[in-house]
């Protein structure tokens, strides 16, 4: 994910790689990346050709007529603010920080109550996105069913989560970014995880 981590392409041998620059990078939503080297970039076209088919890529990404280009021209000066208020190598180390203490945090208030482990050991970590494995049922139902219980925790709890399944387990993503600070997490074990316990066991 841009800016995540400091070059997300270093090392990695791909013909093509695709980035949003809406989450962590802090732009609006519809503004992206898109890299793409050898022979597969003469290839690549977007889904709805426009006066610009015929140019080289990336050019040809450039040039779609009536596209809403405004995400794009922000997305530089989301980057820079961030660069400027804290600096991108500062922010990741201390929001790398604050996410650990998050997911430990609510992970240490499932277990509490269930007797568990709620920290899932995942091949690649990223340090201010942390997983904590939220009890069963949750994830039976797969990601259809996270997402209706991210938008129940919305209505219900008014709080903005992540939640996804994979093989019959969900899994709630502690995020952290500038604008977040110790107190949301404790908030979210101490208000919000017994209230997820009750409806596991409804």
Not at 15 to 20: E, I, K, L, P, S
Not at 116 to 138: I, K, S, T, W, Y
Not at 142 to 158: F, I, K, P, T, Y
Request: charged fraction near 20%; include cysteine.
């Amino acid at each position: 994910m841009p800016a995540l981590v400091a070059d997300p392409l270093a090392g990695v041998a791909c013909d093509v790689w695709v980035g949003n620059l809406h989450k962590f990078a802090c732009a609006p939503r519809g503004a992206a990346v898109l890299v793409a080297r050898g022979p597969l970039a003469r290839q690549l076209h977007p889904l709805i050709d426009s006066w610009g088919f015929d140019q080289p890529f990336p050019h040809r990404f450039d040039h779609q007529g009536t596209l809403d280009e405004s995400s794009y021209l922000a997305a530089p000066v989301a980057l820079e603010f961030v660069e400027q208020t804290w600096g991108w190598e500062s922010l990741r180390r201390s929001l790398a920080e604050l996410a650990e203490f998050g997911a430990a945090t609510v992970a240490a208030a499932f277990s509490e109550r269930t007797g568990e482990d709620h920290r899932p050991a995942v091949g690649m970590p990223v340090g201010p996105q942390q997983l904590v494995r939220l009890p069963a049922p949750f994830g039976r139902g797969g990601h259809a069913e996270a997402g209706v219980l991210r938008d129940r925790v919305l209505a219900e709890l008014g709080v903005e989560t992540a939640i996804t399944a994979f093989d019959g387990t969900a899994y709630l993503r502690v995020s952290a970014h500038a604008y977040n600070t110790p107190d949301d997490y404790e908030d979210f074990a101490q208000r919000c995880v017994p209230v997820l316990l009750d409806w596991a066991t409804a």
